[in-house]
């Protein structure tokens, strides 16, 4: 993956700004005032062969069968990783047989891949600020160090050590909110150190446009009373948009009761 990442990301501006994603941040996001050691692009539904294969044909018109390949089946494998590990939670929670199916259905996949670009100087930079992720779960793989998550315990940022053969999981909103609150909901950001240029790829799995992101009742009780109202991803998506820094708890100011 990170061969192929580096193909792509070494590719003219012009030529990475043909992907044109239909949601903010899923075609190219190239390097800004603000970010400027960040580029990313992503593919929405990257399950589905045909979406890949339609990414390679638009950015390679000649062919690219081995980032083809390799991302395809990287899609597979992380699609199917995530439904393990969602399974693995409804079940912890007893509510895999009533929920599991149509949280599945409800669910859409997009792939980022994003490029840090090692800060000039040596100095430190920032590659990524501190946000959660907007959707309901998010896996991650990264060539470098330099993912930091906020700890909740003394809001100290702890540096994630990329361990060979594993990935990185978030909990993302939608979850949290699924969950009535039980899921740590983990702030991270990215530093860039060094020389070197980081790459990541993350598998975003988010609830479609319509489906609505409700506790199940059996999550709710008197000890544990509704955390958040429901909501549409469509409307909390617009809201994070328009209405709140990274830094905001956008979760709570939209949907806490
Ligand atoms: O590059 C990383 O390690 C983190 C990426 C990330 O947080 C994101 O894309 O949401
Ligand atoms: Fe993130």
Request: net charge positive; charged share 30%.
């Given at each position: 993956m990170f061969?192929?990442?580096?193909?792509?990301?070494?590719?003219?501006?012009?030529?990475?700004?043909?992907?044109?994603?239909?949601?903010?941040?899923?075609?190219?996001?190239?390097?800004?005032?603000?970010?400027?050691?960040?580029?990313?692009?992503?593919?929405?539904?990257?399950?589905?062969?045909s979406q890949v294969q339609a990414f390679t044909d638009l950015i390679w018109p000649n062919?690219?069968?081995?980032?083809?390949?390799?991302?395809?089946?990287?899609?597979?494998?992380m699609v199917e990783l995530e439904q393990i590990i969602r399974k693995m939670i409804f079940e912890s929670f007893g509510v895999e047989k009533k929920y599991y199916e149509s949280s599945v259905n409800d669910t859409e996949y997009g792939i980022h891949f994003v490029k840090y670009d090692a800060p000039p100087n040596n100095e430190t930079g920032v590659g990524a600020r501190p946000h959660t992720d907007g959707g309901f779960i998010s896996i991650l793989n990264y060539s470098l160090?330099?993912?930091?998550?906020?700890?909740?315990?003394?809001?100290?940022?702890?540096?994630?050590?990329?361990?060979?053969g594993t990935f990185t999981v978030f909990v993302a909103d939608a979850l949290k909110a699924w969950s009535n609150g039980r899921f740590h909901l983990a702030t991270h950001k990215v530093t860039m150190r060094g020389k070197k240029n980081r790459y990541t790829y993350v598998m975003f799995a988010i609830p479609k446009d319509e489906a609505v992101i409700e506790a199940p009742k059996e999550l709710v009780d008197k000890d544990h009373p509704l955390a958040f109202r429901p909501f549409k991803q469509m409307d909390f998506f617009r809201f994070y948009l328009t209405n709140s820094s990274p830094q905001d708890n956008a979760l709570q100011s939209f949907a806490g009761i």
């Open positions: 061969m192929v990442l580096k193909d792509l990301f070494d590719l003219p501006v012009e030529t990475k700004k043909k992907n044109v994603g239909s949601r903010p941040f899923s075609g190219y996001v190239g390097r800004s005032q603000q970010s400027p050691l960040y580029e990313s692009l992503g593919i929405e539904e990257p399950d589905l062969p062919g690219n069968p081995r980032f083809c390949r390799t991302v395809k089946s990287m899609s597979k494998m160090p330099g993912l930091e998550v906020l700890s909740k315990e003394n809001d100290q940022w702890l540096l994630v050590e990329p361990r060979q």
